[in-house]
């Protein structure tokens, strides 16, 4: 249990689908970050949210959708999604400013058919 | 944030130390060396990070050349459990996220 929650932990959604994928953190971070982890690849980084407003976004295509409502709590809304969008999506909190370590959580596995 | 280079696989005898070597030759003045693992499908686990100083934890020990320029994570008695993926990881101190690489492969056997 590192305090990083991340529901659910597996997901099969048709590339017409809308679904949600949700992080919550209980470590009082002020930073959420998601990252992508496909097959044999290295974790990729996707999303950086710092005191709630979005600071990163690497070039993720619109079909991925994040949002912050809150310190602790951190979304990735998917729709349309691609076969090759299949991965482990992985949530990410850390106090940024301060030299600390990040806390993943246990991450969602995705597969879009 | 720098590159590091890490090599790509690596094996262990369990019980034996496990030496991961890993160079940030380009590393700045205020950056951290940061050591993670992602054991298989499962989010990346901290396991220490240091300065310039050497570093020991309850899970690793971190040595850091006088330069900087590489470093060196140690897990003294390393258990089948130890297989995973070790990423070398540096990181200013003001910085967001940790960029990873593709880290060491370590397969500790019995």
């Known amino acids: 249990e590192t305090g990083v929650t991340q529901t659910p932990r597996h997901l099969v959604m048709g590339m017409t689908n809308k679904k949600s994928l949700k992080c919550e953190q209980h470590?009082?971070?002020?930073?959420m970050y998601w990252y992508k982890q496909s097959a044999k690849k290295p974790l990729e980084l996707m999303f950086v949210?710092?005191?709630?407003?979005?600071?990163e976004n690497n070039s993720v295509p619109s079909r991925f959708s994040p949002e912050c409502p809150n310190s602790s709590h951190l979304f990735l809304h998917l729709h349309t999604l691609q076969p090759e969008d299949s991965a482990l999506y992985l949530c990410?909190?850390?106090?940024?400013?301060?030299?600390?370590?990040?806390?993943f959580g246990q991450g969602t596995r995705l597969t879009v058919v | 944030d720098a590159k590091t280079t890490q090599p790509p696989s690596m094996d262990c005898a369990e019980g034996r130390a496990a030496n991961l070597p890993c160079n940030h030759s380009?590393?700045?003045?205020?950056?951290?060396v940061y050591w993670y693992r992602q054991i298989h499908s499962q989010g990346p686990q901290y396991i220490i990070h240091?300065?310039?100083n050497n570093e020991t934890n309850e899970m690793a020990s971190l040595i850091i050349t006088e330069d900087r320029k590489s470093s060196t994570l140690i897990l003294p008695h390393a258990t089948l459990r130890d297989t995973a993926v070790y990423y070398c990881?540096?990181?200013?101190?003001?910085?967001?996220?940790?960029?990873f690489g593709k880290g060491t492969s370590l397969l500790v056997t019995p």
């Open positions: 990410a909190s850390s106090q940024v400013l301060i030299n600390t370590e990040a806390f």
């Open positions: 470590l009082g971070h002020n930073a």
């Open positions: 949210y710092s005191l709630e407003e979005r600071v």
């Open positions: 380009t590393i700045s003045g205020n950056e951290y």
């Open positions: 240091g300065l310039k």
């Open positions: 990881i540096v990181r200013e101190n003001s910085g967001y996220a940790l960029n």
